[in-house]
């Protein structure tokens, strides 16, 4: 990579970007609280699980799809598959979370002078991959390493949820970060090699936790 395009990756990863990305939990506040997830062994097995089965499945094969197509500003590929993916959003807290950061990070390359982000701003069911993609392109990040950030910065995310709700300490968030991360240059390898037949995972207790969540009496996360 030139030093410019992993100056700008760091930058994409960054957990200053102000898109939101701490305003949702994906039901794991709901599982701290039913008891599911209570430690730090069983939220490395819950965000494990969730990396290879759901995101290594489902948004890391179709980010890949979006990153060419934004890349031959192919208009109407990254709309079809920016549907797909908010079409395999199982529950509508998930599909908020995703279309509130897209359309933020829509915003804000809009108002860092990326011209092919601003027609996003104003479209509904925007997923935060399709934006990422446009960002990765623009700033001439690579799509192998644009994935790896893509997964990245998920994991940091509900790494510092569970940080929070459970609580743990920031001594076991480094941990889990350092163990979970290990398994992002595999499932990112699994996801770029991916058909379109086989894109799709469920997890059904994720599904669950995201949709009990809303009845939840007191919550630190939007549902």
Excluded at 71 to 77: C, F, L
Excluded at 117 to 142: K, M, N, Q, S
Excluded at 186 to 194: P, S
Excluded at 200 to 218: D, F, K, M, N
């Amino acid at each position: 990579m030139e030093r410019l395009a992993l100056l700008r990756l760091l930058q994409l990863t960054s957990p200053a970007l102000p898109v939101g990305a701490y305003a949702y939990s994906q039901g794991l506040e709901w599982a701290v609280a039913a008891g599911w997830v209570s430690d730090e062994p069983s939220l490395a097995s819950w965000l494990g699980d969730q990396l290879t089965h759901s995101f290594g499945a489902v948004d890391l094969p179709i980010f890949a799809r979006l990153y060419p197509a934004a890349r031959s500003n192919d208009e109407a590929g990254q709309l079809s598959w920016s549907r797909h993916l908010m079409a395999l959003r199982e529950t509508r807290e998930l599909a908020a979370d995703d279309s509130d950061r897209g359309r933020a990070l829509a915003r804000l390359l809009r108002d860092l002078g990326v011209a092919a982000a601003g027609p996003w701003v104003e479209r509904e069911d925007v997923p935060f991959a399709a934006l990422t993609a446009i960002a990765a392109v623009a700033w001439d990040i690579p799509l192998e390493p644009a994935a790896y950030a893509h997964a990245w910065g998920w994991l940091e995310n509900q790494v510092l949820a569970g940080v929070k709700l459970i609580p743990l300490g920031q001594v076991a968030g480094q941990r889990l970060l350092l163990e979970l991360a290990r398994a992002i240059p595999a499932v990112c390898d699994a996801a770029l090699a991916r058909s379109d037949d086989d894109i799709g995972g469920i997890l059904p207790i994720v599904a669950l936790a995201s949709c009990l969540h809303e009845t939840q009496y007191t919550r630190l996360f939007r549902s």
